[in-house]
């Protein structure tokens, strides 16, 4: 081998190793500077987790808060359980002993030295010796196996708890490789994102393939983040920690953290007549960390948060007010007296079990209101044991400023009562919004009024209550309002209500009263309008979600195809009702009088001559389902025929499937004969009288080719006269009653008559050969009478 490539070869291999010793003097320089969790807890770094659990037990119960009165305690405290929260955890301990990361913002930064060296060690590391046993681990998908969910867990489970910590869900499948590169990754997620209590689960979606399509799943590996009952698709092509906080922070209910600013403060403060506590975070950041987020979405029924950002010259004077530390993040908890805090963290990053564990001891006013069930069941649980039960105090008002005196007598008498609140609870509520609830207490009441009166109830299960009224001396408005007695007035109160508490407290006592109870009305549910809109919203990110790039333009076109589609429709059906209104218009302007008085229109019958010109329209283009009703006259007997044919077809002038034509015999004799000639089933030569055809009526069907035909001598004309003559001759003639005809008029003795009346041949006048046409109309457009079928329509040709 050359001399000269070897040389390289070693000073290459020195370059490597001589950064690697950089590398890790940097670790131990960056280790010395931070907070050591093993020098905090007193054990070595190679303890074993049972002595980082022993030594964790000794150094909490000498520095909890509550049994230590070191200044520090506290803090003290916080540190011991952060440092076993990270010794705990294997990935974690490695990450510190190997990288020096103590905190989450360690994890998020990607820009830090330490792992600027680690990245390039790793590359040169991985050149020498080969990449396959350190990705060995991050294709182990065992873990998804360990979080796997099925659907009725996500139904059951998931979807309930996301209305108060977000559920983060990972889609996989077995023989997944993107899956199997993703494992580590989603590792990493889970180690970053779960101390703030968002909750991770995975999914195989090739045995969930109900809830794939239910979540609309597109790709896997795929994440989906379950918010308040609605899934929303993590769709960014980079998986790390940081993206998926910045979609977590996206999706998140909008202003969770309301931002405060020295203006806004005492109108922030004061709003606590909503019946929730006010909260502050004071942070030295633009905007606020995900785990106050988190824990603002957790407690937003009961708490509403405000974000005071410390670098803003804005906030200058909730700085100096407050005292609170320009670098630190500080918790501030305020109740119904807002100008000093019940509570107050201040640390440099305050954990998310340090801030649920305070909230949740202050999540509550000191005379909260009982708005709501879910408000009965947490200020007034129930409790069946006798020993242990729990008195609910509670004031009856109404929504109006007259009260407020006595809410306020009523509030500092909770506030200065030394009993422990697991064991009483003052409260108030509005009669006008409980009235339900509050008539089930009204019946043992010896006042029957309740307004302004205290009830002292005990519930022994969800719908059974004990309770006693208070004598209705105790609290009354106008004393209230008396300054001059109202520290007396005040004390009496108290001293009365603490010594009928204390009776009622003892285990041998029993309240005096039991009553079922109906759930309260939820003051703060939304309104209809409300959740519409929230539903339109919630559908508006969806399709924003569902809907790629690829997607936006076809989208857009259907849109507006659809919208061209509608004006388009509108405008044509605008303008034909300005164009029938015009016609109507004119019509009945045309039908004023001479005097000016207006007549109201009556829709007129016209009716057509059936000539050459005119026979296509009226015949052979009718459109389905019209017919065309044709009188046949002459000259002669025009003038009488016509009138007799308008009256019995103007009942039927506002039907739009019907015209109404006459047509001289004279000059359409040869289109008449070849109709008759067409309908019957032999062909012969038709030799026609045009006299005998005066007075007939056709009624044409020009689009399934038929034709019906009246004529006064022609058999369906009499039909209905000769069945009733049949069945008055039947009646007459039966033996039993020779009288059974007599209601028609006819008896036995002159039914030979009649019947041989009705067949002798009568004489017809041109004046009565339309008598029968309103009968005959009335049967065609029943269907009953006889219908002539031919092959196609004649020619209309004049004489």
């Given at each position: ?109 990607h ?33 998804y ?16 708890k996301s ?36 909750t ?33 698709v ?8 940081q993206?998926?906080v ?54 937003r ?14 906030t ?13 993040d ?8 807002p100008?000093?805090?019940i509570?107050?963290?201040?640390m ?49 008002t ?13 509030r ?73 007695t ?7 109160t ?8 204390h ?17 309260l ?51 044509m059906?605008?303008?034909?009702h ?21 007549i109201?229109?009556?829709p ?59 047509m ?38 020009g ?8 004529h ?31 209601f028609?008029?006819?008896d ?35 269907g ?16």
């Amino acid at each position: 081998m050359n001399t000269k490539a070897i040389i390289n070869r070693h000073s290459k291999s020195l370059v490597y190793w001589i950064r690697l010793l950089l590398f890790f003097a940097s670790i131990c320089l960056s280790l010395s500077a931070s907070s050591d969790p093993y020098s905090i807890l007193g054990v070595h770094k190679r303890a074993s987790m049972q002595d980082i659990r022993r030594a964790y037990k000794q150094l909490a119960k000498e520095w909890h808060p509550d049994k230590s009165k070191h200044p520090e305690a506290e803090t003290k405290f916080v540190e011991i359980k952060q440092s076993y929260e990270l010794l705990s955890d294997s990935e974690r301990r490695r990450a510190f002993d190997q990288y020096g990361i103590t905190n989450e913002d360690a994890v998020l930064d990607h820009n830090r030295p330490e792992y600027n060296n680690y990245g390039r060690f790793k590359d040169t590391f991985e050149h020498f010796y080969g990449a396959h046993n350190f990705n060995y681990h991050d294709q182990d998908i065992s873990l998804y196996h360990r979080l796997s969910i099925t659907t009725k867990y996500y139904e059951t489970n998931i979807v309930p708890k996301s209305r108060h910590t977000p559920q983060i869900l990972m889609f996989y499948a077995d023989w997944c490789f993107a899956c199997m590169k993703a494992a580590n990754s989603f590792k990493k997620l889970i180690d970053t994102l779960e101390p703030y209590g968002i909750t991770f689960a995975t999914v195989n979606a090739g045995h969930e393939e109900q809830l794939v399509r239910k979540v609309g799943v597109h790709s896997l590996p795929c994440v989906i983040m379950v918010l308040n009952d609605h899934n929303y698709v993590y769709k960014d092509s980079v998986f790390n920690p940081q993206h998926v906080v910045d979609f977590i922070r996206q999706k998140m209910p909008y202003k969770l953290l309301t931002p405060v600013t020295d203006n806004t403060l005492d109108k922030f403060l004061n709003g606590w007549v909503d019946n929730r506590v006010r909260a502050l975070i004071l942070e030295p950041r633009m905007q606020p960390r995900l785990r106050y987020l988190i824990t603002a979405y957790y407690f937003r029924e009961r708490v509403v948060f405000g974000f005071v950002e410390l670098n803003s010259k804005e906030t200058a004077y909730i700085q100096a007010k407050f005292k609170a530390h320009p670098e630190l993040d500080t918790l501030l908890i305020f109740n119904e007296f807002p100008p000093q805090p019940i509570a107050t963290v201040t640390m440099s990053d305050i954990p998310s079990t340090t801030l649920n564990n305070i909230i949740s001891l202050n999540k509550y006013l000191i005379l909260p209101r009982l708005s709501s069930q879910d408000m009965l069941e947490s200020v007034c649980p129930a409790e069946w044991n006798r020993p242990r039960k729990k008195l609910c105090v509670v004031l009856v008002t109404e929504n109006t400023r007259l009260h407020d005196g006595a809410r306020t007598v009523m509030r500092k008498i909770a506030l200065e009562s030394l009993y422990n609140r697991e064991k009483v609870r003052f409260a108030y509520i509005y009669q006008e919004k409980q009235n339900d609830f509050i008539s089930a207490f009204s019946k043992h009441n010896q006042s029957k009024e309740t307004l302004l009166q205290i009830i002292i109830f005990w519930r022994r299960d969800t719908k059974h209550i004990r309770y006693e009224w208070v004598d209705q001396t105790i609290l009354e408005a106008d004393k209230v309002l008396e300054n001059d007695t109202h520290d007396q007035y005040f004390n009496n109160t108290k001293q009365k209500l603490d010594s009928i508490i204390h009776r009622l407290l003892r285990s041998t006592e029993a309240l005096s009263f039991e009553t079922e109870v109906k759930d309260l009305f939820d003051e703060n549910s939304e309104s209809s309008i409300m959740r519409m809109l929230n539903r339109i919203i919630l559908a508006l990110e969806y399709i924003s979600d569902n809907l790629g790039h690829e997607h936006i333009l076809p989208a857009i076109s259907v849109l507006g195809t659809v919208t061209f589609i509608l004006i388009i429709g509108y405008l044509m059906s605008y303008l034909l009702h300005l164009e029938e209104e015009d016609i109507q218009l004119n019509k009945s302007k045309r039908l004023e009088n001479s005097n000016g008085k207006r007549i109201s229109y009556i829709p007129e019958l016209r009716l057509h001559e059936l000539r050459a010109e005119k026979y296509n329209g009226l015949v052979r283009l009718l459109k389905p389902g019209c017919r065309t009703i044709v009188l046949l006259t002459d000259l002669q007997s025009r003038s009488k025929l016509i009138p007799s044919f308008h009256k019995a077809v103007w009942p039927y002038r506002k039907n739009k499937t019907l015209m109404f034509a006459h047509m001289l015999i004279e000059k359409g004799i040869g289109w008449y004969a070849e109709l008759l000639r067409l309908s019957l089933s032999e062909c012969r030569e038709m030799n026609i009288n045009p006299r005998n055809c005066i007075g007939t009526v056709v009624a044409l069907n020009g689009h399934r080719k038929y034709f019906c035909m009246y004529h006064a001598k022609h058999p369906e004309s009499n039909r209905g006269a000769k069945r009733m003559i049949k069945i008055t001759r039947h009646l007459s003639s039966m033996p039993t009653d020779p009288e059974a005809g007599a209601f028609l008029g006819m008896d036995s003795s002159d039914s030979e008559t009649s019947v041989s009346d009705v067949y002798e041949p009568r004489i017809l006048l041109e004046e009565n050969l339309l008598d029968g046409l309103p009968n005959w109309l009335d049967r065609l457009f029943e269907g009953t009478t006889h219908r002539y079928y031919i092959n196609y329509w004649p020619d209309f040709t004049s004489k």
